[in-house]
T-cell receptor, first 114, second 116 residues
Framework: DAGVIQSPRHEVTEMGQEVTLRCKPI?????LFWYRQTMMRGLELLIY????????DSGMPEDRFSAKMPNASFSTLKIQPSEPRDSAVYFC????????????FGEGSWLTVV | AQSVSQHNHHVILSEAASLELGCNYS??????LFWYVQYPGQHLQLLLK??????LVKGIKGFEAEFIKSKFSFNLRKPSVQWSDTAEYFC??????????????FGKGTKLSVIP
């Protein structure tokens, strides 16, 4: 089975630019999560969806961040405008209740904002 | 609010030494417990999990963890570490909050460095 697929794997962008990160969850999974990992704050949950509906976005740092899930096989996390402090690894993860609540992570999108 | 505490930020061991990484959580209800491992430059991978039953859980690569409900702990152990175990280890607790909603909380992680 294909795992959670994220793109791009690496992105370097200038401050002020729009960044869009993409995620394809594991087929059949009904939950999708976006996490951010930094040295200072560790792993933070930004937002999660259930059946394409955002359930909890309390972890989204500010209005510059937005996430969408237009269908069961695709989600985006957008940062506009980006700032250097947004530099981090962004992980997408998915799970299904049928998998016993185990979350499976993608390989991450390594974002550097200069 | 529930929290997950990993007491050791960085652990350094020699090869063949025994390992125990602590994990405590604060929640009195039913929990699912996980340990994830993140090798340098890679994503998080599931090491082992506990949902119910035998509180001693065996995972991949010789790792095991014991759930002690009275201590709200889920410590990770390995009797003899290898250089390839160098990674960061994350404890996570999945709490059912009703109406089909789950909240997964991660600890801050423990970096393990194994010296050949």
């Amino acid at each position: 089975d294909a795992g959670v697929i994220q793109s791009p794997r690496h992105e370097v962008t200038e401050m002020g630019q729009e960044v869009t990160l993409r995620c394809k969850p594991i087929s059949g999974h009904d939950y999708l999560f976006w996490y951010r990992q930094t040295m200072m704050r560790g792993l933070e949950l930004l937002i999660y969806f259930n059946n394409n509906v955002p359930i909890d976005d309390s972890g989204m740092p500010e209005d510059r961040f937005s996430a969408k899930m237009p269908n069961a096989s695709f989600s985006t996390l957008k940062i506009q405008p980006s700032e250097p402090r947004d530099s981090a690894v962004y992980f997408c993860a998915s799970r299904s209740t049928g998998t016993g609540n185990t979350i499976y992570f993608g390989e991450g999108s390594w974002l550097t904002v200069v | 609010a529930q929290s997950v505490s990993q007491h050791n930020h960085h652990v350094i061991l020699s090869e063949a030494a025994s390992l125990e990484l602590g994990c405590n959580y604060s929640y009195g209800g039913t929990v699912n417990l996980f340990w994830y491992v993140q090798y340098p430059g890679q994503h998080l991978q599931l090491l082992l999990k506990y949902f119910s039953g035998d509180p001693l859980v065996k995972g991949i690569k010789g790792f095991e963890a014991e759930f002690i409900k009275s201590k709200f702990s889920f410590n990770l152990r390995k009797p003899s570490v290898q250089w390839s175990d160098t990674a960061e280890y994350f404890c996570a607790v999945n709490i059912y909050s009703g109406a089909g909603s789950y909240q997964l909380t991660f600890g801050k992680g423990t970096k393990l460095s194994v010296i050949p």
